[in-house]
């Protein structure tokens, strides 16, 4: 009877080991929209989403963040959250200071080893008035890095060679002007990564509040399902 207990609980564990390793893990590289205090990497980031709130926000849990949700209960694995409120994709940033040190193209190659990746950006291009520039696909130069275009389509060409076998996503904010729109699916589509379009996303402060955090899952959910 021993013997039987204890195969019986080595199959179970077995089990369990075999699931866990099946489910796929999830990176993010995002902007304030993906923080939570305490659960990035590095810790240093700048966070807006608290506990105890410093914003006018009504999520304080973890469990109401979009990718929290979205991975907890699709059934899958955080790997790394390497998201920093206030960050461009670009390296200019608000008031025209240099976001090098922040920007998404600084930290991409900052994310682990996971199977799929969504980058949550240009939301602070938008809001800081970065320069837009011109679409540019080869040949970067440091200066042209500090424009939108030129610095996404350097950031997706960049991901999809670090990243190989690696399935990435770009999840474009509503509100945005419609030049940053046009110009993310634009980019996108040129390095076939797939934009999912967000819509009717309630917000406080600019922000996903509970419901809208919510409804971001909902809809990359969907998304996922039709694609």
């Not at 240009?122 to 970067?140: F, L, M, R, V």
């Not at 060409?157 to 509503?174: E, G, Q, T």
Request: aromatic share 14%; glycine share 4%; charged share 20%.
């Amino acid at each position: 009877m021993k013997i039987r207990t204890l195969l019986l609980l080595f199959c179970m564990l077995t089990c369990s080991f075999s699931f866990a390793q099946s489910s796929k893990s999830i990176s993010i590289l995002g902007d304030s929209y993906s923080t939570f205090d305490g659960y990035l990497q590095p810790d240093t980031n700048y966070v807006w989403y608290y506990a105890v709130p410093k914003q006018q926000t009504d999520v304080t849990s973890v469990r109401e963040t979009w990718w929290h949700k979205f991975i907890k209960e699709n059934n899958y694995r955080l790997c790394v959250n390497n998201s920093f409120s206030g960050s461009t994709i670009c390296n200019t940033g608000y008031r025209k200071e240099d976001y090098s040190d922040r920007s998404f193209i600084t930290r991409m190659k900052k994310l682990g080893n996971p199977d799929i990746v969504f980058i949550f950006g240009a939301t602070n291009d938008c809001w800081a008035k970065s320069p837009i520039g011109e679409y540019q696909y080869e040949k970067w130069t440091k200066k042209d890095l500090y424009s939108f275009r030129p610095a996404l389509a350097y950031l997706l060409s960049n991901m999809i060679d670090y990243y190989p076998n690696v399935k990435i996503y770009f999840i474009l904010n509503n509100e945005l002007t419609n030049e940053i729109n046009e110009s993310t699916k634009a980019i996108c589509a040129h390095y076939k990564i797939d934009c999912i379009e967000l819509h009717n996303i309630e917000k406080k402060s600019g922000h996903p509040s509970i419901a809208g955090m919510a409804e971001i899952s909902k809809q990359i959910k969907e998304y996922m399902q039709k694609n």
